[in-house]
Nanobody
Framework: QVQLVESGGGLVQPGGSVRLSCARSGIIFGPYNMEWYRQAPGKQRELVCTISSDGYMNYADSVKGRFTLSADNAKNTVYLQMNSLKPEDTAVYYC??????????WGQGTQVTVSS
């Protein structure tokens, strides 16, 4: 069973940066995607970006040019570098692993608050 643990959230000023981590343990059926979602208060959860097991990346238009994915396969960890943060980026950020069967495994989420 796959387990995910996110870390790195917190309070950051507008224009600032933060890096989120998603550490994966357990066996996952590949090929797979590692996905970052976010959910702001009163809004639906939205897909922010995806990195496939072969390194293909995709970003939502709202974060292109500001957010960057990377992966350390030796550590089974995916990172989300978030720059030029805006108040509208405030949300709980969730990591999800979707395996080749379409099975999702979610992390517990980490809060990112962008405020002065």
């Amino acid at each position: 069973q796959v387990q995910l643990v996110e870390s790195g959230g917190g309070l950051v000023q507008p224009g600032g940066s933060v890096r989120l981590s998603c550490a994966r343990s357990g066996i996952i059926f590949g090929p797979y995607n590692m996905e970052w979602y976010r959910q702001a208060p009163g809004k639906q959860r939205e897909l922010v970006c995806t990195i496939s097991s072969d390194g293909y990346m995709n970003y939502a238009d709202s974060v292109k040019g500001r957010f960057t994915l990377s992966a350390d396969n030796a550590k089974n960890t995916v990172y989300l570098q978030m720059n030029s943060l805006k108040p509208e980026d405030t949300a709980v950020y969730y990591c999800n692993a979707r395996d080749s069967r379409g099975v999702d495994s979610w992390g517990q989420g980490t809060q990112v608050t962008v405020s002065s």
